[in-house]
């Protein structure tokens, strides 16, 4: 049972359950029925299609012609203002890695023990390319971009031997520890205190891709960031 104090259940039921909702449409980002949804965040049926009605109205969830529900436009406006400084720096250095490297670019940030992606552009002449929505999140401590956000903090006895190997070379790779089967390189964008203001990354699934160039030139656009931010 939850305690009364309210420090383990969340103040507002109703609001904890809709951004539930939008958190778990984020992370599979394909269109979904209500049932797929309700069983996902533990909801009856009846409870999800009344808040999933809520966020329709509001415009943070939409309908495809199926019927299953996404994310809403709503969503975009929202997104807008959140680090738009940051977002603004990164845009360009994104869309360079982009036409460089013909690979999905994205920006990450740090929320608790989540890293958070806040923006992404995809490759439009490539024949195939990963799908990278922003509202993805995961363990800090998982895959690239998560690992990039840990770099510039001091080294333990704890740390994975890809985060060793990250601060001697200023960048990070990982495989399938986000998505099966997807290669992430990424580096951090580092703030005037040192630490990790954000994460520049790319995703792609070429393993033969040459990692050393992909990682230089991600580590390069995330020091453009940086110094675009002072």
Known sequence: MAADDGT???QSQTLDRGIRILEHLAA?????????IGQAVGLHRSITYRLLRTLEDHQLVERDPAGHFRLGL???GL????????QSA??????????????????VVRAGDEAVTVSSVEPHDSPAHVVYRPGIRH?????APGLALLMPEAATPEDREA?????RLGWVTSHGEVIPGMRSVAAPVLGPDGGARAALAVVFV???ADLTRIGRAVATAAREVATALR
Do not use: H, K, W, Y
């Open 163 to 167: 985060l060793r190997e990250a601060r």
């Open 74 to 76: 709503g969503m975009v």
């Open 139 to 143: 363990p800090v401590g998982q895959g």
């Open 8 to 10: 383990s259940a969340p």
């Open 206 to 208: 070429d393993d033969a």
């Open 90 to 107: 990164a845009l360009p250095r994104l869309n360079a890695l982009v036409a460089q490297l013909g690979v999905t670019a994205f920006l």
């Open 28 to 36: 599979v980002g394909t269109p979904q029925p209500i049932a797929e």
């Open 79 to 86: 997104a807008r203002g959140v680090r738009t400084d940051l």
